[in-house]
C-alpha cells in the first residue's frame, strides 16, 4: 500500500506564483523526507530534504515544512518558473541494520505557465 | 565524472522472457538501489545491495533478482516477464556512509508485449 500520500496529481500556476505540494504519512519509523524533481526522460533528482526534528527547511526557492505531530510536509516553491514544469516526488525513509529504502508518493506533475 | 549509468535505455520483451538490467554508480559509490517505477506513479523499492549482497528488499517477487559485483556495478534480472513489468526501471547509488545523497540513472524503459 502506499505509504506516503501525495497531493495534488496536478498543478497548474502562473510564472512568479507560488507552487505547493502536500503529503502525509503514517509510518512514525521514517527518519528522513526528500522531495526529488523529475523531468522527461530522466531519473529523479535530490532537490530538497528533512529530518523529523526541523520543522522548516529553505533552500533558495524551495521550501520545506513539516509537521511532525500531523505527519505531513509539505514542499513550497517560491516564485515558480516555467523551468520548474516537472513532476515532483515526496519520499520517506525507512532505515535498518542493513540497509535503507525510499517510499515515494505517487508524484505531483507541475505546469508553470508564463 | 560521470553520474549513474544505465543500460539499456530501451527493451522490448514477450511474456515469459527473462531480461537482464545494468547500472553502473557513481564514481565512488559503493551502495546501489533499484526502483520500479510504473507510468504516472512514484518509484517503487526493489532491492538494495552494498559489500555484493542483497541488504534491502522490497515488495517484489522471487522472479526479481540482482547481483552486485566487485567493481560496485550492478543487474537486475526479471524472471518469467508479465505484462505489468513495463515500467521504468531506475538504479540509484549512494555511499553507504552518506545514505541522504542517494543519484538517480535516467533509467532503463522496459515493454513487454
Known amino acids: 500500500q502506499q505509504q506516503v500520500k501525495q497531493s495534488p496529481q496536478s498543478l497548474i500556476v502562473q510564472k512568479g506564483g507560488i507552487s505547493i505540494i502536500n503529503c502525509a504519512y503514517e509510518?512514525?519509523?521514517?527518519?528522513?523526507f526528500p522531495w526529488y524533481q523529475q523531468f522527461p526522460g530522466k531519473g529523479p533528482a535530490l532537490l530538497i530534504a528533512?529530518?523529523?526534528?526541523?520543522s522548516e527547511k529553505k533552500e533558495g526557492r524551495f521550501t520545506i515544512s513539516f509537521n511532525k505531530s500531523a505527519k505531513q510536509f509539505s514542499l513550497h516553491i517560491m516564485d515558480s518558473q516555467p523551468g520548474d514544469s516537472a513532476t515532483y516526488f515526496c519520499?520517506?525513509?525507512?532505515?535498518?541494520?542493513?540497509?535503507?529504502?525510499?517510499?515515494f508518493g505517487k508524484g505531483t506533475s507541475l505546469l508553470v505557465t508564463p | 565524472d560521470a553520474g549513474v549509468t544505465q543500460s539499456p535505455t530501451h527493451l522490448i520483451k514477450t511474456r515469459g522472457q527473462q531480461v537482464t538490467l545494468r547500472c553502473s554508480p557513481k564514481?565512488?559509490?559503493?551502495?546501489v538501489s533499484w526502483y520500479q517505477q510504473a507510468l504516472g506513479q512514484g518509484p517503487q523499492f526493489i532491492f538494495q545491495?552494498?559489500?555484493?549482497?542483497?541488504?534491502q528488499r522490497g515488495n517484489f517477487p522471487d522472479r526479481f533478482s540482482g547481483h552486485q559485483f566487485p567493481n560496485y556495478s550492478s543487474e537486475l534480472n526479471v524472471n518469467a516477464l508479465l505484462l505489468g513489468d513495463s515500467a521504468l526501471y531506475l538504479c540509484?547509488?549512494?555511499?553507504?556512509?552518506?545514505?541522504?545523497?542517494?543519484?538517480f540513472g535516467p533509467g532503463t524503459r522496459l515493454l513487454v508485449l
Open positions: 540509484a547509488s549512494s555511499l553507504i556512509s552518506r545514505v541522504e545523497t542517494q543519484y
Open positions: 509510518n512514525t519509523a521514517f527518519d528522513y
Open positions: 528533512i529530518r523529523p526534528d526541523v
Open positions: 519520499a520517506a525513509r525507512t532505515i535498518s541494520n542493513s540497509g535503507y529504502a525510499l517510499n
Open positions: 564514481s565512488g559509490h559503493d551502495t
Open positions: 545491495y552494498y559489500e555484493e549482497e542483497e541488504r
